[in-house]
């Protein structure tokens, strides 16, 4: 008898030791990225909120501590600390409002990408109209500490600036 | 005994069903991401070959379904047959050569997310010099039938255009 429990125990642990199979896998997922998508859209208002600000040393606290920006026809600026003098090196021109829209979001575990698009606002200004520009980006969030922080984040134009090449 | 033989079946089979532990999903993502980066790496070979020989229809293969392409200064262009269209339609120029380097792959079940470095170059012709160009990317792959597809990709270069504005 104490042979059989022996067997029903170590058939159950083996049971529990075979790897996720892919329609577990698929449930999981879809699961955490329900809940993932909500964090998300919550941050991005902050994160807007702290772009219209140029608020250099918030938004550097919504990036892993190696998160890297990697922004268009810049070099990527890698780490909190150089992300945060980036921010304040290239400031929101005054009375420019930028906001974010989450497309798509997928989650699987402490991995979440978002894709999503992004307008951005300017008021006429002297000789220099009124501008709109719509743009994507691609976000891969972590979950650090609890929290869910930018680890790369990548970003362009849906046209050529205006005046430019 | 019959009573304490299924304690001890129902005790494995709760243990077995409680969440992953944040120590053992880090374990895992590490063994994970090993096995994603030698896959990612070998399809980045084919990606550049594709790309340097003009091949729309090869380019799109690599890409889900549902995929999407989001170049600089264009809106994003979503689906298979629109990035296939999209390939033929901006081709390389005659002679130019790019390649890619994995330089962060981190996977978590179906997903992964790869950062990388760009390469392109494009020999002199007629009045126009040599042009080296380097560039970054995101990719977020997806496990999809088998195998790894891109689901977004986005890229831009560490600087203007030669002559851009």
């Not at 994160?47 to 919504?62: C, E, R, V």
Request: charged fraction near 15%; glycine fraction near 10%.
């Amino acid at each position: 008898m104490r042979r059989l429990m022996l067997g029903a125990v170590l058939i159950t642990a083996m049971a529990c030791a075979t790897t996720e199979t892919p329609e577990a896998r698929t449930t999981r997922m879809a699961s955490e990225t329900a809940e993932a998508k909500t964090a998300i859209d919550a941050i991005n208002v902050r994160y807007a909120t702290f772009m219209n600000g140029n608020l250099a040393d918030s938004l550097g606290s919504l990036f892993a501590e190696d998160g890297v920006v990697m922004p268009p026809n810049m070099p990527a600026v890698s780490g909190r600390a150089a992300i945060q003098a980036w921010f304040a090196a290239n400031p929101m021109p005054p009375g420019s409002q930028v906001s974010f829209t989450a497309t798509d979001v997928q989650r699987s575990g402490d991995i979440v990408v978002e894709r999503g698009t992004s307008s951005f606002t300017m008021p006429a200004s002297g000789n220099t109209p009124a501008m709109s520009m719509p743009g994507k980006y691609l976000v891969h969030w972590h979950w650090t500490g609890g929290q869910w922080l930018q680890k790369s984040t990548i970003w362009s134009d849906d046209a050529p600036a205006p005046g430019g090449g």
